[in-house]
Structures are given as structure tokens and as C-alpha cells.
T-cell receptor, first 113, second 112 residues
Framework: DADVTQTPRNRITKTGKRIMLECSQT?????MYWYRQDPGLGLRLIYY???????NKGEISDGYSVSRQAQAKFSLSLESAIPNQTALYFC????????????FGPGTRLTVL | AQRVTQPEKLLSVFKGAPVELKCNYS??????LFWYVQYSRQRLQLLLR??SRESIKGFTADLNKGETSFHLKKPFAQEEDSAMYYC??????????????FGKGTKLSVIP
């Protein structure tokens, strides 16, 4: 089945470290998104990309960067991790053929000590 | 800017009782509204969208533009409905129209 996968699924790191979270999809979708989920705050958009040459900031992009290496791959980087970036991170994909429904990955739980 | 409000963080109902999860939005244009659900240990998935006007797992939601609401309803709650529910809005057109703005979520707990 076509899917959205994320690696790693869990990560514990220390303040100041550089971290990369990876997202891959086999759905053939052109749009990809990164969200973070915090208890009581719901999901907030970090970055999104409509194709390989298109990267856009979302609601909370400070402290994050992204790379769209290919249509199927979208990576999120924390250049210098801080404790308030501890959260559950989700990747999602969509395209016009899905009626703009977004398909989510399983999430990466990141803890910054 | 658009906003989605889910006033209840937690909603507990007994099995067989009616369920209503509230969602209100603020957006000056014509939005598209969605309900997403996250069951325990599963990924977020679409439950329904207003343009489909369909019933999924017994849930329905009607877009009320006058009240700017998109409440999720089910006449008889089941234990398997226990989950986190998110209301989301997509701008109808213009810049950023493919982004979703999510509410903070409501955790539904169905008591046996």
C-alpha cells in the first residue's frame, strides 16, 4: 500500500544538537507538510512544500529548516535543538486528486533534554 | 487570519448517548471544513469533510455558515469512538489555500 513513513519514530537528544527528521512517501503526492503536535495546542504547521522547488514557512517555522530532496522526500531539521521543541512531529502529504485530504505519517516523538 | 476553535478539551459520554463535538471557525471567505480523528496509537486520519455531505462511522457534520460552525454529531456513541478529534479548515482560495488550520482538539471518551 502507498504510504507515508517517518524516521526515526522516537529520538532523545540534548540541547544544542542538530537533528534531522525524515519523511518519505510512496503516494505520488506533490504536496508535503510538517506539523508539530503539543498537548492542548493541537497541530501547528511548521513548513510545507508544493513541489521540489517550492518551500513555504508555516505558522511556527522559527528554529526549523526543511529540505525537499525529491518529490517523495521532505526532511525537517532542528539546527540547534532546545527543550521547548520537545513534541510529536507529523509529516503529511496531499494532492488535488485526493480532494485536498491530507495523509499523515505515524509521527516522530522528539525529546530535547 | 483564519482560526478554528474547539471549546471542549475533553468530552465524556456514556455508550449509547448522543455525541456532539463542537467546532467554530473564523474566516471571511468560503472555507472547506474537515474532521480528522486520531485513535490511540494510530496516525491522524480524515473522518469526513463538509463538501462530501456523507456519514462516516455514524458521524455527520453540517457546515452552518451563519453560525460559522461545523459540529460533529453521532446519535449513539460507541466505545470505539473514543479518540482525539480535530476540526480543520482550508481556505477556499488564494495564497496558502492548501494549508489546513487545525483546532486544538477534543478528546472523546465513551464510558461503557
Amino acid at each position: 500500500d502507498a504510504d507515508v513513513t517517518q524516521t526515526p519514530r522516537n529520538r532523545i537528544t540534548k540541547t544544542g544538537k542538530r537533528i534531522m527528521l525524515e519523511c518519505s512517501q510512496t503516494k505520488g503526492h506533490d504536496r508535503m507538510y510538517w506539523y508539530r503536535q503539543d498537548p492542548g495546542l493541537g497541530l501547528r504547521l511548521i513548513y510545507y512544500s508544493f513541489d521540489v522547488k517550492d518551500i513555504n514557512k508555516g505558522e511556527i517555522s522559527d528554529g526549523y529548516s526543511v529540505s525537499r530532496q525529491a518529490q517523495a522526500k521532505f526532511s525537517l531539521s532542528l539546527e540547534s535543538a532546545i527543550p521547548n521543541q520537545t513534541a510529536l512531529y507529523f509529516c503529511a502529504t496531499s494532492d488535488t486528486l485526493t480532494g485536498n485530504e491530507q495523509f499523515f505519517g505515524p509521527g516522530t516523538r522528539l525529546t530535547v533534554l | 487570519a483564519q482560526r478554528v476553535t474547539q471549546p471542549e478539551k475533553l468530552l465524556s459520554v456514556f455508550k449509547g448517548a448522543p455525541v456532539e463535538l463542537k467546532c467554530n471557525y473564523s474566516y471571511s471567505g468560503s472555507p472547506e471544513l474537515f474532521w480528522y480523528v486520531q485513535y490511540s496509537r494510530q496516525r491522524l486520519q480524515l473522518l469526513l469533510r463538509h463538501i462530501s455531505r456523507e456519514s462516516i462511522k455514524g458521524f455527520t457534520a453540517d457546515l452552518n455558515k451563519g453560525e460559522t460552525s461545523f459540529h460533529l454529531k453521532k446519535p449513539f456513541a460507541q466505545e470505539e469512538d473514543s479518540a482525539m478529534y480535530y476540526c480543520a479548515l482550508r481556505k477556499g482560495s488564494g495564497a496558502g489555500s492548501y494549508q489546513l488550520t487545525f483546532g486544538k482538539g477534543t478528546k472523546l471518551s465513551v464510558i461503557p
